[in-house]
T-cell receptor, first 120, second 107 residues
């Protein structure tokens, strides 16, 4: 059974660095064709794709946020980590991790999401 | 960056009626498009990938079509469980991009 679960701080102060973890089960992060993305959603707004890491450790980022994002994975711990530097209130929202499976580059499984508020 | 434009922004339909949602890409994305359904307080759920392939356990009432720049999601007969926001997403090129969503309500 494939599952993903996000974790991280619920509240972060402006200008701090946000670190989010995605713990996966039911598949291995180094399986050919498997990738994990981070996607966020500001309150009442649309989904926004942030970053993706693939089974070979290649990384891809949103154009607008690339300078502030870093994605990495720890295959032994079944975790994918996203860091967002220099956060502002505009980074408030729910953050999801999602898997891309071997039959399509779309997202076949999502975690439940973790809410993050940026406020002093 | 490929821009995905969905229409309409909101749609109110009577039970049992046919629903048609549109998604347009700013450039040719072949068939590299997915549709997701999101209910309040829940994570998105994939409905369609490769423009027209229904995902596992998705109702046969839901159909995807299109290629190139114009795509459609059709629900043949609206039920209460279909009330949600629907997003299209392209995975043809980096960065991946989503549409702004269509909110589907029941009259």
């Amino acid at each position: 059974q494939v599952t993903l679960r996000e974790s991280g701080p619920a509240l972060v102060k402006p200008r701090q660095t946000l670190t989010l973890n995605c713990t996966v089960s039911g598949f291995a992060l180094n399986t050919g064709g498997v990738c994990v993305s981070w996607i966020r959603q500001a309150p009442g707004k649309a989904l926004e794709w942030l970053a993706l890491i693939d089974w070979e450790d290649d990384k891809f980022y949103s154009n607008s946020l690339e300078s502030r994002l870093a994605i990495s994975k720890d295959t032994a711990r079944d975790q994918v980590v996203l860091t967002v530097t220099n956060v502002s209130p505009g980074d408030t929202g729910t953050y999801y991790c999602a898997r891309t499976g071997s039959n399509s580059w779309s997202f076949d499984y999502f975690g439940p999401g973790t809410p993050v508020t940026v406020s002093s | 960056e490929i821009v995905m434009t969905q229409s309409p922004a909101t749609l109110s339909v009577s039970p049992g009626e046919r629903v048609t949602l549109s998604c347009r890409a700013s450039q040719d994305i072949a068939g590299n498009l997915a549709w997701y359904q999101q209910k309040p307080g829940q994570a998105p759920r994939r409905l369609i990938f490769s423009a027209s392939t229904r995902a596992t356990d998705v109702s046969a009432r839901i159909h995807g079509s299109g290629s190139g720049t114009d795509f459609t999601l059709t629900i043949s007969s609206l039920q209460s469980d279909d009330v949600a926001v629907y997003y299209c997403q392209q995975y043809h090129d980096w960065p991946y991009t989503f549409g702004q969503g269509t909110k589907l309500d029941m009259k």
